[in-house]
């Protein structure tokens, strides 16, 4: 066995440090794909809970939107059933009951539009 010369230890080093890097190298991009395979899954779980999030906020409102109806009609058939003394004084409440013009407005329409019908 002839003993080695310090250009072929030269070039072994630097052929070792090369497949070292190139080994460097294929870890890194392993190391990639698998951080952007990791962040897309985050991504995706995040996105499904927020859509999770908003088909509950829609149904909740929409809950929300049939019971207000429900109500509405329960006080509408009670009011209704009301004697008429009843119904006026509930009305004049009603109109106390207001904090701003535009719903004063909106009554005193609906009690013009009321009053053309009993009118006749």
């Known amino acids: 066995m002839t003993p080695q010369t310090t250009k072929e230890r030269d070039a072994s080093a630097a052929d070792h440090l ?6 460097l ?4 991009q392993s190391a990639q794909e698998e951080l952007r395979s ?3 899954s985050a991504i995706s779980r995040a ?14 409102a929409e809950n929300l939107r049939t019971r207000a109806k429900n109500q509405a009609a329960d006080w509408q058939q009670t009011l209704e059933d009301a004697t008429e003394d009843a ?15 535009d719903a004063l407005d909106a009554m005193a329409h609906e009690i013009k539009d009321q009053k053309k019908k009993v009118d006749g």
């Open 87 to 101: 119904r006026r004084e509930l009305g004049v409440r009603a109109v106390h009951a207001q904090r701003t013009e």
């Open 47 to 60: 996105r499904e809970a927020l859509e999770d999030l908003r088909a509950d906020t829609e149904e909740r």
């Open 18 to 23: 090369e497949d070292a890097l190139e080994d």
């Open 25 to 28: 190298n294929t870890a890194r």
């Open 38 to 40: 990791s962040i897309d």
